[in-house]
């Protein structure tokens, strides 16, 4: 199972996926979350994030795209940076799909 954390601390040195989630301007009233991966190294004893998707994907298919990816690649966790909590977390939760620190 997945483990998602909005707290990078939390993981220390567990290899993880980055999650970003931002919201682009609104346009004509209509805004979009959107969501996209970034790679995450820890080189020298500093994180290094490199982009891995498009940013203008909705949030809810990037964020299942994120959880596919990392249970392809031997990933047990996600951290999401979304300083706004734009982004609910909770029902992939309740379905058992992730498991949330």
């Known amino acids: 199972m997945i483990r998602v954390t909005r707290d990078k601390d939390e993981l220390g ?24 991966q970034v790679s995450h190294e820890r080189k020298a004893g500093i994180d290094c ?10 949030v809810a ?6 959880c596919r990816d990392a249970k392809a690649q ?6 999401i940076k979304d300083p706004y909590r734009l982004f609910d977390v909770e029902p992939w939760v309740r379905q058992g799909l992730i498991d949330q620190f």
Not at 49 to 58: A, G, K, V
Not at 61 to 66: I, K, P
Not at 74 to 79: E, L, M, R, T
């Open 13 to 36: 040195d567990v290899p993880f996926i980055g999650f970003y989630v931002w919201m682009p301007r609104p346009i004509e009233d209509e805004a979009t979350v959107c969501g996209y």
């Open 49 to 58: 994030f490199r982009q891995r998707t498009p940013i203008w994907i909705p």
């Open 61 to 66: 298919q990037a964020f299942e795209n994120a």
């Open 74 to 79: 031997g990933i047990s966790a996600i951290w």
